[in-house]
Nanobody, 125 residues
Framework: QVQLVESGGGLVQPGDSLRLSCAVS????????VGWFRQAPGKDREFVAA????????NYADSVKGRFTISRDNAKNTVYLQMNTLKPEDTAVYYC??????????????????WGQGTQVTVSS
């Protein structure tokens, strides 16, 4: 009973920034933990970042630490992924996912129950 819609992807050059949005509906927004995952061509889906219901517990993949920031705005029922200093290896389809809220924020895709349709991020010169 949770629907997620990603937006904000696009084609950018290395070093540029993008902000992805994940609009959540169908359940009280504050009751879900939300994560971002990505899948590049020929690769498995990988964890990017996650945030719990409080917004004060986050988890990041090592590959994006210091460059990406996950945040949430309960009033807008939206989770954001601010992506700075983008690299070609960040090119992927980015998905947001949700699950029942936990204190911890899991990094495995199988821990999440609801998924958006994905948004393409392409980083190329």
């Amino acid at each position: 009973q949770v629907q997620l819609v990603e937006s904000g992807g696009g084609l950018v050059q290395p070093g540029d920034s993008l902000r992805l949005s994940c609009a959540v509906s169908g359940r009280t927004f504050s009751s879900v933990t939300v994560g971002w995952f990505r899948q590049a061509p020929g690769k498995d889906r990988e964890f990017v970042a996650a945030i719990n219901r409080s917004g004060y517990t986050t988890n990041y993949a090592d590959s994006v630490k210091g460059r990406f920031t996950i945040s949430r705005d309960n009033a807008k029922n939206t989770v954001y992924l601010q992506m700075n200093t983008l690299k070609p290896e960040d090119t992927a389809v980015y998905y947001c996912a949700a699950r029942r809220s936990l204190i911890a924020v899991p990094s495995r895709d199988h821990e999440y129950d609801y998924w958006g349709q994905g948004t393409q991020v392409t980083v190329s010169s």
